[in-house]
């Protein structure tokens, strides 16, 4: 089953609201290099990067989806390994689509909906302002604390991490929680946390003086992986995109530990 790239730009780009949602000029979501003109296999993979090309080409696709994209780093010459990146490309009719924060927000599709979806926490509202947005979720529950963080180290060991939290007394319940997958813990979010009265943030990662403010501020912080909390999004676009179009996809594994 074949489908054209233009089709399928289309309809990411729809679903996602990509021209709509504000991020950072080095994340460039969409479209960002093209093909012949048809996709037959998608590939999909967290960070664009020679080992998710060559992931990409030894399954045999024609699209590779990511969340951080080419031009993460800013403008650069296409010397030495951004070279080879692109002539691999070139050289196999790889197109590249990316998407950052539009993935990250989706209501269904998105990083942070099927991670609390997978942790059995129901969203209410939004958490960590960006410009116009929010790009995390928040909700209430009645969950013991150390069993939300049980359920986080399980989920992150399929992707080769090993998750950390601040301490978490004997008993304690989160009530209120707040997520952001990926880089989510800062002095901001926490800051924002407080103000929303939130207990508990789960969060991709975090600088080590995040933990000692949230010690601070009463809040628990479940660090479950940068890299795991953000491998859902773009495996839920190869599974939209083969729905929507009957082309099939698989997903390029990278774990970074982190």
Avoid at 192 to 216: F, K, N, Q, W, Y
Avoid at 220 to 242: D, K, P, R, S, W
């Amino acid at each position: 089953m074949t489908a054209t790239l233009d089709a399928i730009v289309a309809h990411l780009d729809a679903t996602l609201r990509t021209p709509e949602i504000p991020d950072y000029s080095g994340a460039l979501n969409g479209l960002q290099v093209a093909n012949a003109g048809t996709v037959s296999r998608v590939a999909a993979a967290v960070d664009f990067s020679r080992p998710a090309i060559e992931g990409a080409i030894a399954a045999g696709a024609s699209l590779l989806l990511v969340h951080h994209g080419m031009f993460w780093n800013g403008a650069q010459p296409f010397v030495g390994a951004a070279y080879e990146r692109m002539r691999l490309l070139l050289a196999h009719g790889l197109a590249v689509y990316g998407s950052h924060i539009p993935l990250d927000v989706h209501p269904t599709l998105g990083n942070n909906a099927r991670l609390a979806s997978l942790l059995g926490l129901a969203p209410s509202g939004g958490f960590l302002r960006y410009k116009n947005i929010e790009v995390g979720l928040s909700g209430e529950s009645d969950l013991d604390t150390a069993e939300l963080a049980a359920r986080a180290t399980a989920f992150a060991a399929r992707y080769g991490h090993t998750t950390v939290h601040t301490p978490i007394a004997p008993g304690r319940r989160t009530r209120r929680w707040g997520m952001c997958t990926g880089g989510g813990a800062s002095i901001d979010s926490l800051r924002e946390a407080s103000e929303r009265g939130l207990d508990t943030l789960i969060v991709g990662e975090g600088p080590h003086h995040t933990a000692v403010e949230a010690v601070e501020r009463g809040i628990v912080v479940i660090y479950a992986g940068h890299y795991a909390t953000e491998t859902l999004g773009v495996q839920a676009l190869g599974e939209e995109i083969e729905r929507t179009f009957g082309v099939p996809w698989s997903f390029v594994g990278e774990p970074t530990g982190l």
